[in-house]
Structure formats: structure tokens, C-alpha cells
């Protein structure tokens, strides 16, 4: 008995691995972009692909990853995963070319994404339901570390070596991991043994593929250009025939399933889990973006300094991922959730009062709040999520969380941005009325802007709290 505990409890750990890997692996590029331009003779601009095209595969492909692992299996597509990553890292280290380059890149985000869309509901399958909540806490955690790591790791091995070695690193660590998972991780069959809805599937990630091109492009093409007016086009017309088709009276008569049952989001917590995922990492994605100019520009501090004060962000949501996650395994998931929106709510208007004037300590905490909020709302979401869906829909389901937290932090980089342009540019009238400093007001907008966001998802969880009580029969 004793054995079999520790052995689950490795391959939690090996599967936390992969969480780590992605996180790592975006971190270790961004700060060799400039390394890659001057290589291939693109402009930085140009270059920022490198990233944009990998996080844009990794969320156009992981609801269809998901499916494929309630499919075909949770651990083939997870573990698959990563000799696809291993195969996309080779192939960087080796680009001849910026294009070449590019479509490694690509190869690395559709294996990054079969590991992604499947550990969640990897780790759900190997604890028993009373450590849900701490196990999915483990998974925040390293993906905490990863954020941590990746920046410094790359700056060094860029130093000493050169970004092609980035890319060998990562190999390597994927190669380990990998070899691990096979080993360790159980194997498991097929949730749903229901044939793939081809044609459905093919509307979903078109669809998803046209808005998240739009949300990362927009601001670069301009938001009412003719490019984006096109995604916007085939995202529309993709979602109208994918509810019409999921909702054909054609699967009762034929016994099989559409790519996505339209009533798994209509599950008022998986829908409120999901929408609480995008802006809960809206919120803290905005913050990471805007504190640090204001850290270098407005108090002067020097690159090193202000990126030492941010690590506290995901400093504090390491230690405070997995106790949320027990917490939530002891007192229900509602709880931890609510005081954790709470609490993240209350550290962005406290940042809405930033100036000049504030103690640098004042800034520390919140920021330590911040992360420390965040940890609360993450695993206990997760969990509540996965706990609302059939066992044979929950890698499906593990993925759309994970694409909620992928869409929440580009909705954070366009709140981020707009926001303090706006408020720069002199865009809001009440600025000049009442003497306020614009940039100041460009960033305490930012702030406030989220906090409301995050008010109004705490209100969400506390009348959703009290509609599943009074449903709840009386014993």
C-alpha cells in the first residue's frame, strides 16, 4: 500500500514536470529575441514570433488535445506530448532559417499542448477526491517555478553559450521527463470510447484559432483593420455553424457525440470556473505587465531591482497554491475561492492609489498579496471545474481551463496596454476637467479596471454559492 502511494505520488510530481517545461520554455526565449534577429537578420518586431506563434498553437490546440485524450487516452496524448516538444526543440537548435524557425515553434506548441490539455485531469485520475484540491495546488506551483526560472535560466545560457543552446536544454529536459512519464505514470483507457466529431472539431479550432490570433494581433494590426475584420468574420461564422451542428438532432438518431455537448458550458459552475480562469489571470497578467514600467519609470528603479521585486508574485503563489488547494479539500472550494477574489480585488485597488509618493514597501506587499491571491483562486477553480463534468469529459475540460488561462492573460496584455495609452494619450476627458496626472491615471485605470472585473466575479461565486445551497435538499 505504501509503495503504491509513493509511486502515485511521483507521477504526480512527473506530471507537475510538464507544467513547468511550458512555463520555462516561454520564459528562456523572451529574453534571447534579440540574439535570434541578429542571427537571421530580422527586426525584433519580426522576431517576437518566435513567441507569439508558440503560445498561439499551444491555445488553438489544446481543447482539441483534451478531446483526444478522453479519446484516445490520457496518458498516451500527455506523454506523446512530450516527443513531439522533443522533436520541436531539435529543430530550433538546428533551424538554417527564420522560417524554419517558425515552424519548429509550431511543432513544440502542438506537443506542449498534449501535455497541457491532459494533466489535470492526469492528476485528478491519481488522488482520491478529498486530495483533489492540493494535488491540482502541486500544479500551480511548478508552474510558479517555471515562471521564476525560465528568465534567468535563458539570460545565462545565452551569456555563456548561445540561444541555439536554449533550445538543446530544453530537449534535454523533455527528453528526461518524458522517458519519466513513460515510466511512472499509470496507464489508463479511454474515457470516451464515442468516435472524434471531425467536422466539428475542424469548426472549434478554426473559430478559436481566428480570436486568439485577433486578441494577440489586434493592437499590432489595429483592431478595425482589414485583417482583423476577417478573423473576427470567420470566428463568428465558425461559432454559428459549430452550435447549430453540435445541436443537430443527428446525434440522438445515430448514438454518437458532438465534438463539444453545448451543455458541459452551460454547467453553471463549469461556466462561472471558466470565466473566473480568464479574469482572474486577466487581472494578474496586467498587473505583471504594468507594475514594472512603473517600477523603472516613474521610481527610477533599475532593471535588476524591479524584476527582483516582481518575483514575489510568484514567489508567494508557490507557498500559497498548494495550502489553498488542502484548504479547499477540507472546507469546499467555494470558500477558498471567494476570500481569494476577495483578496485579490482589494490588492488591485490598493494599487489604483500608486504614485511616486507610496513606500516601496507598500508596493512589495501587494505584489506578495497579489501572487498569494492568486493561488487561492487557481487550484480550487480547477477543481471545482473538473468536479462538475463526467469522468470521460474531464481532460476536455482541464484543457478549456487551461485555454481560459491562456486567453485571460492576452485579454490582460490588451487591458494592460490600452488602458495606459489611453490614459497617456489624454484619451479620457475627465483627465484635463479635473487636473489629474495622465500618466498616473494611466495606471491606476489599469488597476481599478481589473479590481472591478475581479469584484464582479466574487459576486458571481458567492450567488452561485447560494443558488447550489437552497438547491441542496435538507436532511
Known sequence: MKSNATSTRIARYVICMGALLSNLS??????ALLDVANTFGQDVGTTQWVVTIYLLTISVCLPLMGRIGDNRGKRNIHNLGFALFL????????????????????????????????????IVSL???????????????????????????????????????????????????????????????????????????????????????????????????????ALIAIFAASLFVFIRWSRSSRWEKSGLEPFIHISLIQIPAVRLGLLIAIVSYMSAFAAQIVLPIFLRSELGLSPAVAGALMVGYPASLIFSAPISGGLSDKYGSTRIMIAGLCLMALSLTALGFLSQQLPLAYIVLVILLLGSSMGMISSPNNNMILSSVDKRWQSFMGSMSALSRNIGMMCGAILGGTLMNIGTQGGFPLIGLLHLDPVLFGYRSVFLAAALCVAWSAISQIRLARKLQEMTPVK
Open 87 to 122: 522533436l520541436g526543440s531539435i529543430c530550433c537548435a538546428l533551424a538554417p532559417n527564420f522560417g524554419l524557425l517558425l515552424s519548429a515553434r509550431i511543432v513544440q506548441g502542438v506537443g506542449a499542448a498534449m501535455y497541457q490539455a491532459t494533466n489535470f485531469a492526469l
Open 26 to 31: 516561454s520564459g528562456m526565449l523572451n529574453v
Open 127 to 229: 488522488v482520491p477526491t478529498e486530495n483533489r484540491g492540493r494535488a491540482l495546488g502541486t500544479v500551480s506551483t511548478f508552474v510558479a517555478v517555471g515562471m521564476i526560472i525560465g528568465p534567468s535560466l535563458g539570460g545565462l545560457v545565452v551569456q555563456w553559450m548561445s540561444w541555439r543552446a536554449n533550445f538543446w536544454l530544453l530537449a534535454g529536459i523533455s527528453a528526461i521527463i518524458g522517458l519519466l512519464a513513460q515510466l511512472v505514470i499509470p496507464r489508463d483507457h479511454p474515457a470516451n470510447q464515442t468516435p472524434l466529431d471531425i467536422f466539428g472539431a475542424a469548426l472549434f479550432t478554426a473559430g478559436l484559432g481566428a480570436f486568439v490570433t485577433a486578441l494577440s494581433m489586434g493592437s499590432s494590426w489595429g483592431w478595425i483593420s482589414l485583417p482583423m475584420l
